[in-house]
């Protein structure tokens, strides 16, 4: 079962609104992945955790904030944002982090920032 | 430089014809992944293939096939006897020992299969 589940599927939020984005994973993966992606470009990748720890920010602003509560979860919890904002928020996981490793996908959740 | 270029950025195609999707890398390792996602309208990326830089042989999968070749640096993708449902965007990704952690998306090409 390569399964990446996420919710909610849809959000729309006022730029003054706390919401949070969830991720789970059953497949015994031990890393994890939030990406952005825009309107006709490919997904660009914001956060890696590996066994539970946040491994990498790729310079993401604190309006985001991650948060592995356990090996099967990825929050990313929202405070504040810009309607520039607005894009698909994807979660991905895979076996490890290490080169070659596949990363199974999540269906998304479309954020709207009104 | 991109290190992942798809050159085509739209395609259309009667449904049953057969269609390629081209695919150009770079880079300098030797040992290195390629992967090609299927993203529909729904949103959710699927992987479809990976390939590891020793490997060459082609791969087939149904009405996919895959076309790796190191000597033109390229990773090209053919759907044969195309169906509507394979309208979609297609991604074709590159691995290497520079960031274990990421993989380089190229821009993607999308596909629209006419009925």
């Known amino acids: 079962d390569t399964e990446v589940t996420q919710t909610p599927k849809h959000l729309v939020m006022g730029m003054t609104n706390k919401k949070s984005l969830k991720c789970e994973q059953h497949?015994?993966?031990?890393?994890m992945y939030w990406y952005k992606q825009k309107a006709k470009k490919p997904p660009e990748l914001m956060f890696v955790?590996?066994?539970?720890?946040?491994?990498i920010n790729e310079s993401v602003p604190s309006r985001f904030s991650p948060e592995c509560p356990n090996s099967s979860l990825l929050n990313l919890h929202l405070h504040a944002l810009q309607p520039e904002d607005s894009a698909l928020y994807l979660c991905?996981?895979?076996?490890?982090?290490?080169?070659?490793?596949?990363?199974?996908f999540g269906p998304g959740t479309r954020l709207l920032v009104l | 430089a991109q290190k992942v270029t798809q050159a085509q950025t739209e395609i259309s195609v009667v449904e049953k014809e057969d269609v390629t999707l081209d695919c150009v890398y770079e880079t300098r390792d030797t040992t290195y992944y390629l992967f090609w996602y299927k993203q529909p309208p729904s949103g959710e990326l699927v992987f479809l293939i990976r390939r590891n830089s020793f490997d060459e042989q082609n791969e087939i999968s149904g009405r996919y096939s895959w076309n790796f070749q190191k000597s033109t640096s390229s990773f090209n993708f053919t759907i044969t006897a195309s169906q509507v449902v394979d309208s979609a965007v297609y991604f074709c990704?590159?691995?290497?020992?520079?960031?274990?952690?990421?993989?380089?998306f190229g821009k993607g090409t999308r596909l629209h299969i006419l009925p």
């Open positions: 497949m015994g993966h031990r890393a």
């Open positions: 955790y590996s066994y539970e720890k946040l491994s």
């Open positions: 991905a996981s895979s076996q490890v982090v290490a080169r070659g490793e596949t990363q199974y």
């Open positions: 990704a590159l691995s290497e020992a520079l960031r274990d952690d990421k993989i380089i």
